[in-house]
């Protein structure tokens, strides 16, 4: 079973730059994917960034530029940095954890962002 724990929201002015974390752990293996979503109030959740396990990388359009997301193997951790944030990125982000040697997948726990003057 994998546990995933996000971590690393908070409250920014605009323009301004978070970086999240995504780590796993328990019954990880080093061949992995993992997503990062997000949700505004009265939103659909959307996939923000995605890295498969050969480590290709792709972005939802409106943070192409701005996102980067990034992983340490060696830690099971992968990151989105987030910079030049906009009100419109608020949103509660999530992860999302799939080991491909195990079949495992999980759902990380949200972290709060929020873009405001």
């Known amino acids: 079973q994998i546990q995933v724990v996000a971590s690393g929201g908070g409250l920014v002015q605009p323009g301004e730059s978070l970086r999240l974390s995504c780590a796993a752990s328990?019954?990880?293996?080093?061949?992995?994917?993992a997503d990062w979503y997000r949700q505004a109030p009265g939103k659909q959740r959307e996939r923000v960034a995605t890295?498969?396990?050969?480590?290709?990388?792709s972005y939802l359009d409106s943070v192409k530029g701005r996102f980067t997301m990034s992983r340490d193997s060696a830690k099971n951790t992968v990151y989105l940095q987030m910079n030049s944030l906009k009100p419109e990125d608020t949103a509660l982000y999530f992860c999302?954890?799939?080991?491909?040697?195990?079949?495992?997948?999980?759902w990380g726990q949200g972290t709060q962002v929020t873009v405001a003057s």
């Open positions: 999302y954890w799939e080991d491909f040697q195990t079949g495992s997948s999980q």
């Open positions: 328990g019954t990880v293996s080093g061949l992995f994917g």
């Open positions: 890295i498969t396990s050969g480590g290709r990388i």
